[in-house]
């Protein structure tokens, strides 16, 4: 079955800096679109970023173009999310997703989800 593993969340201080990846199995990992989403506290699911099958096109939602970068690595079956200048408001569960359909529709239509990894940027 389709597993997606988050790993790399934790504690960091505002300014920081964190890495996340998420490790796929169970699918053709390259012919899938790859998101990333956070759910914060009371608040609903957001849709962070986007990169189509090969790499070769992200999308960013507004409040973190600039300082977060999605990539894929299609050989180890593995996307990341680089997350910069982090902000106390930034706090939230972060999850990856899975669709087979393209990026031109990047916001929904995600078929599989990770569990998720916490992350707790303190003031």
């Known amino acids: 079955q389709v597993q997606l593993v988050e790993s790399g969340g934790g504690l960091v201080q505002a300014g920081g800096s964190l890495r996340l990846s998420c490790a796929a199995s169970g699918l053709t990992f390259s012919s899938y679109v790859m998101g990333w989403f956070r759910q914060a506290p009371g608040k609903e699911r957001e849709i962070l970023a986007a990169?189509?099958?090969?790499?070769?096109?992200?999308r960013y939602v507004d409040s973190v173009k600039g300082r977060f970068t999605i990539s894929r690595d299609n050989a180890k079956n593995t996307v990341y999310l680089q997350m910069n200048s982090l902000k106390p408001e930034d706090t939230a569960v972060y999850s990856c997703?899975?669709?087979?359909?393209?990026?031109?529709?990047?916001?929904?239509?995600?078929?599989?989800w990770g569990q998720g990894t916490q992350v707790t940027v303190s003031s």
């Open positions: 990169i189509s099958w090969s790499g070769s096109s992200t």
């Open positions: 997703a899975a669709k087979s359909s393209p990026i031109s529709s990047w916001s929904s239509g995600y078929e599989y």
